[in-house]
């Protein structure tokens, strides 16, 4: 069974701030992992991914996360927060011993950042 | 181009009504998906063509009912829906049904069952 955990249903930064959004992963196998933001009335973007190789993974909008194998975790990270980063941000997995290679999502974090 | 389009963005339909929701991609990609999302809760994976032919079916109601046209094109027809299935409903592609493939979200179909 695959799963992923979001232990924190909302963070709250000042701009300008780093900002932090945890994960961590429970899979059998190799984890394929991403990092979904989902803005007021809107569909998912897709921010990131790590598949292999460096542990830390640049993506969009100035937004990073660290794969940790020891720790099974994938946090989301930013240097210096904007208030256009508020959305509710997904971390997700797939697993390659699950058949179908679904995505499975966590159950989400709410940044807001204030100004 | 690396948009996935939905349409209608918003919906209202009664409980006899038949609709049906429509998404478009031109990126080229084989795989696409339909999700149900739920007010303030992760995406739930409906269903899953993979080089048009139905891959996975997440035991939805047949109440739903995905059709694949053709390789740019995700339907899903909706017939006899109940108010609890009123949520945003969000199609995505990826290149394939791969694990090391991101899948690109359209803006979704946010519907209403009265």
């Known amino acids: 069974a695959q799963s992923v955990a979001q232990p924190e249903d909302q963070v709250n930064v000042a701009e300008g701030n780093p900002l932090t959004v945890k994960c961590t992963y429970s899979?059998?196998?190799?984890?394929?992992l991403f990092w979904y933001a989902q803005y007021p009335n809107r569909g998912l973007q897709f921010l990131l991914k790590?598949?292999?190789?460096?542990?830390l993974v640049k993506g969009s909008y100035g937004f990073e996360a660290e794969f940790n194998k020891s720790q099974t975790s994938f946090h989301l990270k930013k240097p210096s927060a904007l208030v256009s980063d508020s959305a509710l941000y997904f971390c997700?997995?797939?697993?390659?011993?699950?058949?179908?290679?679904?995505?499975?999502f966590g159950g989400g974090t709410r940044l807001m950042v204030k100004p | 181009d690396t948009e996935v389009t939905q349409t209608p963005k918003h919906l209202v339909m009664g409980m006899t009504n038949k609709k049906s929701l429509k998404c478009e991609q031109h990126?080229?990609?084989?795989?696409m998906y339909w999700y149900k999302q739920k007010a303030k809760k992760p995406p739930e994976l409906m269903f899953v063509?993979?080089?048009?032919?139905?891959?996975i079916n997440e035991s939805v109601p047949s109440r739903f009912s995905p059709e694949c046209p053709n390789s740019s094109l995700l339907n899903l027809h909706l017939h006899a829906l109940q108010p609890e299935d009123s949520a945003l409903y969000l199609c995505?592609?990826?290149?394939?049904?791969?694990?090391?493939?991101?899948?690109?979200f359209g803006q979704g179909t946010r519907l209403t069952v009265v």
């Open positions: 063509y993979s080089y048009e032919k139905l891959s």
């Open positions: 995505a592609s990826s290149q394939e049904q791969g694990l090391n493939t991101e899948a690109f």
């Open positions: 997700a997995v797939r697993d390659p011993n699950n058949a179908g290679n679904m995505l499975t």
């Open positions: 899979v059998s196998g190799n984890p394929y």
């Open positions: 990126m080229g990609h084989r795989a």
């Open positions: 790590y598949i292999t190789g460096d542990n």
